[in-house]
């Protein structure tokens, strides 16, 4: 059964007791009593299905109103919080920044427990079963990039995290919601203008937050792995020209490391693993100020040559 | 007596793991995570070869949590490398304690231990060069207030922690493995005499006996109870890796050298309950000899069996809070005179005041 199957009324309900939402490689219990969360929790992740496991989560997520002092904040300026298990990363915040929090301690829970996988910042697309990474910074355009891609007849396979299995250098999707910030929501709301979109969260110290709905091909595909074959680190540049520059390997493999949320601590593994994608990999720096060069230049892109 | 949840029982028993249920998973990978003893189970599960036979949701989280420990390893055995740089001009003995001696000795007890401090037990009449030298080579105090400094140096057993600028690893210099100002005095002359050197690496570690004997003085006896199941299942992991015949002997007679037999009797005591730890017939009697009163007993066996499980939502909270208190008000009785306790709490209690008010 899938979430968007399940009632609007009865999903809140489930919430509230705690839902194991199988999201590919992870399951995560989401556990709220907030029932604006539990809204775009089914709108947001309409097409993914319920874990029918049997109880086994990866991520404990709770995310809730704190009362406060003296149980003020129940009423006044109301703030969310998030608990994960026993930690709390996150100061609490405005109530209205439930959803960007839920998806940011998803974020934090994979990025400090999930060393299976080589994780990399990036976003990652795949096309006739082979995988574009962009990673990138923060402001980079990675996430419009994405979600421009994503809605042109690329597979979504992450919005933030490449996860690559060490074993054979395959990306694993996890293909949740796309952050959008700033100018890039109503980018992506003209380039596509049937996808679902959050309400805006104004005033997050990343500006103003929204979410893309992951396309419901993508999801269906969650576990359907792909191999590397383009990097492609973006960079957006207001009125430039759009230009795609080849860059040598050696390089590409210390950017590629530097955009890594565990390369070190997994040593000759992450070493190895980050090599052979490389290898593997045609690597180029991409400047870009509109969508429909990026996907006519990165969709021309010819495959890399096979590695012996 | 078998107690326990399902996490003492995967330690005790291994070979229950591939018949758990997922949501006996849920509640015991949370757990061990939260005692720092998921690489443990790791460890467990490899050793008896069960690995393969866990679904592969569980096998993915031991296995990150592998990956962690192994990074911990590599570092601490880098740390290790860089104080014996800054203290190869001193010729003092440098004697690893705890996780870093487990570590470099190749014992079983450094399975799937999570760490990440250092500890080192130097004479006492060096530990100003030792600190200096320290000091010299990049590693800072790590910012305590003026009380918690004065705390550490007076009346503790080791230095105020040190961290090295450029690293993350905390180093806890000790003089002793317990207290001075405590009831139990054990002579820190005697370890380091018996302790013995790591091939012709410079380093040392304590004795079998007298490593086994600081892992139980630490149980019960530190203020963080949450690590005590830990502690607990390195007591069980050294036990049963140093179990050759003159093991147990020298165990009990150094406990009475060193004047550590409580802590060695409520150590074996709750490893051999709670993790079914063997222990040799033959030294029964000289247990035996060790125990406290037995309302005593009977009082710490109910303290420690709510308290060292890790939380979970079935557990009874409110039983499990006020063990912990009752267990951490013995250890501050244990590790100062009444005297000096009154004025440690004291001092603690306006602190927290001026901080939350």
Redesign the interface.
Known sequence: MKVGDVGAHELAGRLRGGLDLDTGPF?VRIETPIAALAEEVRALYRDFPLDE??????F?VVVLHPPGPLGLRRWWRRQATVIL??DRPFEPLPADMAVPMLEWSINWCAAT????YVMIHAAVLERDGRALVLPGVTGAGKSTLCAGLAHRGWRLLSDEFALIRPGDGALMPWPRPISLKNVSIDVIRRWAPDAYLSTPVPNTNKGTVAHVRPPADSVRRAAEPAAPAWLVFPTFEAGAAPALTRVPKARAFFRLADCSF?Y????I?GFRTLSRMIDGCDSFEFRYSRLDDALRLVGALPLPPAIA | MRDGGTLLRLLRDPGAMPALAPAEWDVVLRQARHASLLARLEALAESAGLLATLPSRVRARLESARANVDQQHRLIRWEVTRIRRALRDLDVPLVLLKGAAYLHAELPAARGRQFNDVDILVPVERLRDVEAALLRAGWESTGMSAYDERYYREWSHELPPLVHKDRQIVLDVHHNILPPTGRLRPDPRRLLEAARPLGESGLRVLAPADMTLHCACHLFQSGELHKSLRDLSDLDALVRGFAAAPFWAELTARARVLDVERPLYYGLRFARRLLGTPVAPDVEPALARMAPPPPVRAAMDALVGLAIEPDHPTRPRRRIGLARRLLSVRHHWLRMPPLMLARHLTHKALARGRDTG
């Open positions: 399951v496991g049997g109880g086994l989560a990866d404990h298990d026993e427990r999930a060393n299976q565990n070190e601590s997994l040593g593994r």
